[in-house]
């Protein structure tokens, strides 16, 4: 799940610029981290509402496919030169 937060940073001169931090985990574990420092707390809100609402988005139109190992050998079967088509070449072959 995305989810972003806005830390307020004081600068030298007085003033205050807003940095936006946007965060997906995924058990528990940080999978993507992005950030971005605005002037105004509102760009930097609007632009962490954009990046959450995109990485949910791209979520969305993935899809996951399970291949059983019957399918894999199926193919292999149909097409025996499959494996040349990979690129590998026969030295790195020999040494496996």
Known sequence: ???????KRRLASGGYHY?????EKSKGKIIHNESKTFSK???????G?????DIEQSR??????????CILM?????NHDLWNA???TSDLIGSL
């Open 1 to 7: 799940m995305a989810s972003y937060n806005i830390e």
């Open 19 to 23: 940095k936006c931090v946007v965060r």
């Open 41 to 47: 707390r509102v760009l930097a809100d609007s632009w």
């Open 49 to 53: 509402k954009k990046q959450v609402n």
């Open 60 to 69: 969305v139109t993935e899809t996951k496919q399970a291949v059983t190992l």
């Open 74 to 78: 199926n193919i292999y079967f149909e």
């Open 86 to 88: 990979t690129g590998c």
